[in-house]
């Protein structure tokens, strides 16, 4: 997950399949779709200036979300990595990446009078 974020897509995508729920078709596929994003992100953002681990989530004992910001000259991204624990143990179950730095916020509710 950490080379991911790190911009080391090849490689994290590499380790992250021994780990996968994924077909290895599916894997593929998403590896040449953010190989094909990169320029673009890079043009867009600037150079990479690092990554920071923000946060692990879980929702109840099998579901845990770990997200990372990938961050860049201009800009950032969040990498969003899912695990799920089933029979044979935790393995990632997907991963998502954004521009939306807004969803890192929690919608606060207005106070109540």
């Avoid at 599916?26 to 953010?34: F, K, N, R, S, T």
């Avoid at 920071?52 to 991204?77: C, H």
Wanted: proline share 3%.
């Amino acid at each position: 997950m950490e080379s991911l974020a790190k911009g080391q897509i090849k490689e994290g995508y590499s380790a992250m399949s021994q780990y996968s729920s994924l077909p290895s078709a599916d894997m593929q596929v998403a590896l040449e779709d953010i190989l094909n994003q990169q320029p673009g992100i890079l043009r867009r953002f600037g150079n990479r200036l690092g990554h920071q681990f923000l946060r692990s989530e879980s929702a109840g004992d099998n579901l845990v979300r770990w997200t990372y910001l990938e961050r860049f000259e201009k800009s950032a991204i969040t990498w969003n990595f899912l695990g799920y624990r089933g029979k044979a143990g935790w393995m990632i179950a997907g991963v998502t990446w954004s521009g939306d730095l807004d969803q890192l916020f929690e919608a606060k509710q207005p106070a109540k009078n």
